[in-house]
């Protein structure tokens, strides 16, 4: 639905004046004393959008972002605002990483265009490739996971890592078949490091994790489930795909990493810069050696919110404090896109309250 309302600007950022918000809103946000409507357009299409739109918002420790998809109910969009409020409201964490290292997330392009992104990745020597997109094929997957594995075999050599996410595309048994030609495929840096989701149910994902070689990621089991630590508990899963926002915020989400036991890859829910740096944050406050993370993914817009974006050098992001570019408000979002935002925001506020 995010592509129904195309940003006449690469970014766009309109103020909502808090004041003006319903008293249950208000209450919501207290403590938030600036918020915003932003619009970014996407250079690829990315999980089924080339838009995206959220909000921003200003509380005692900083900017934070709250964009949930469209597709998500104000039930599930609520715990994105309440993750937002208390990232800015709520003490920074010590950090162990002055930089925290990240994969480049290849989207659903021709091969050529893949190895393309690895050469222009910043250093990356870990990939993420999208896979079983609808109306993709197999062999396409295929095709595109080995001319990442060779571009990275090329440029990085044994440090390469080859990661793939199929969004749980898959049943069991189509699971186990693309899992072993994926890893075949990717021989050339000696295999699939883990495949992300490859299954929706709990259930399949240990049948899938008894039935290869190849490690298991939970995404959506974890940051969509009733019970975050469910997958743990069947051992379904030997990774933590750990999304700040969907869990609610920097402090809860670690706190389920680190009751999960698995090991944790902090990633993008596909947010801005100010997004993306509260990510990166969480990521730099885990003690110890990092898996690459998630968070490469800036590129994938057209411009961004603030005036020097993210960007990856040697295959890492630095830990930095971020502000939106006030001038982006001489390109406001659409009036309607704004509206709609002031009424979602009307409906999670109203769940968080009926929460406390």
Known sequence: MDAMFRPRHSACLSRIDIPTLPSHVRAVLEGID??????????????????????????????????????????ESA???????DTALSPRLRLYHDTVPVNVTIPVVSPDAARERVMRSGGCTTAK?????????LDDDVERVRAVAHALAHTVGKAA????????????????????????????????????????????????????????????SIRRACDPLEVARAGAADIAIIKI???GGVRKALQIAEETGLQPVISSALESSIGIQSAVRAAASIPGELLACGLATASFF????????????????????LAPDMRLLASPVDEALRIRWVQRLSAMALHLQEQQ
């Open 34 to 75: 600036e918020l915003f409507v932003y619009e970014l357009a996407m250079n690829v299409r990315f999980r089924q959008v080339k838009s995206r739109n959220g909000l921003l918002l200003r509380g005692k420790y900083g900017w934070a972002e709250a964009a949930p998809f469209w597709d998500y109910d104000p039930v």
């Open 79 to 85: 715990t994105w605002l309440e993750g937002a409020i």
């Open 129 to 137: 490739v999208k896979v079983a997109d609808p109306g993709v094929s």
């Open 161 to 220: 890592r080859v990661r793939i996410d199929a969004n749980a595309a898959w049943n069991v048994e189509e699971a186990i078949r693309a899992i072993e030609l994926f890893d075949e495929a990717a021989s050339t840096v000696g295999g699939i490091e883990y495949v992300e989701q490859p299954c929706a149910s709990i259930d399949e994902l240990v049948h899938v994790r008894h039935a290869v070689r190849v490690p298991i990621a939970a995404d959506e």
């Open 245 to 247: 926002a969907p869990l």
């Open 302 to 321: 057209t411009s961004d919110l603030v005036a020097e974006p993210v960007r990856v050098e040697a295959g890492a992001l630095p830990v930095r404090d």
